[in-house]
T-cell receptor, first 112, second 113 residues
Framework: SQELEQSPQSLIVQEGKNLTINCTSSKTLYGLYWYKQKYGEGLIFLMM???GGEEKSHEKITAKLDEKKQQSSLHITASQPSHAGIYLC????????????WGAGTKLIIKP | DAGVIQSPRHEVTEMGQEVTLRCKPISGHDYLFWYRQTMMRGLELLIY????????DSGMPEDRFSAKMPNASFSTLKIQPSEPRDSAVYFC???????????FGPGTRLTVL
């Protein structure tokens, strides 16, 4: 969806390095969800952010919500092969007719 | 709980045939969502149900697509007749509330020849 842009589209990172994925909305952001998908599998919920400035962490993954910038960032510290996959953001944005709008995904490859 | 269950996992059919995809949501979840995922269009919401009632089917591409939820533990997505452009991975997801975490099934990979 062009209403929700994810960057980068793909990312190759050396194992052990940090990385950041961004999700930017063109409209007012009310809530944002991060999911991870492995090839051939369904989406696995990572985190939900609902308040401006909110930050959540799960193991080595941290996500923040910047309401002013209408953006969320997902940061992985000391990346591991298990982090490889496709990361998708889904958002509740203005004028979305009560639907979650989804980003196109960021494909993350971890080089050993 | 076993999570959201979808069947079949893979379906290969010929153009013009009827295809039925099945989903069993997590018990106690009031919302059920059907999504389609393709390389070109990403993840798209097709339809969602609340307490077995279809709420928004604006994402259903054409009249060839129909979805039902006869009870709280079962939903179907039917394509009749199927076309090659329907080839995609179809996901079912369920959640306790609309803005809660959605639990996704493993998906059905549909190939229409």
């Amino acid at each position: 969806s062009q209403e929700l842009e994810q960057s980068p589209q793909s990312l190759i990172v050396q194992e052990g390095k940090n990385l950041t994925i961004n999700c930017t909305s063109s409209k007012t952001l009310y809530g944002l969800y991060w999911y991870k998908q492995k090839y051939g599998e369904g989406l696995i919920f990572l985190m939900m952010l609902q308040k401006g400035g909110e930050e959540k962490s799960h193991e080595k993954i941290t996500a923040k919500l910047d309401e002013k910038k209408q953006q969320s960032s997902l940061h992985i510290t000391a990346s591991q092969p298990s982090h490889a996959g496709i990361y998708l953001c889904g958002a509740d944005i203005a004028d979305s007719n009560y639907q979650l709008i989804w980003g196109a995904g960021t494909k993350l490859i971890i080089k050993p | 709980d076993a999570g959201v269950i979808q069947s079949p996992r893979h379906e290969v059919t010929e153009m013009g045939q009827e295809v039925t995809l099945r989903c069993k949501p997590i018990s106690g979840h009031d919302y059920l969502f059907w999504y389609r995922q393709t390389m070109m269009r990403g993840l798209e919401l097709l339809i969602y149900f609340n307490n077995n009632v279809p709420i928004d089917d604006s994402g259903m591409p054409e009249d060839r697509f129909s979805a039902k939820m006869p009870n709280a533990s079962f939903s179907t997505l039917k394509i009749q007749p199927s076309e090659p452009r329907d080839s995609a991975v179809y996901f079912c997801a369920s959640s306790f509330e609309f803005y809660n975490e959605q639990f996704f099934g493993p998906g059905t990979r549909l190939t229409v020849l």
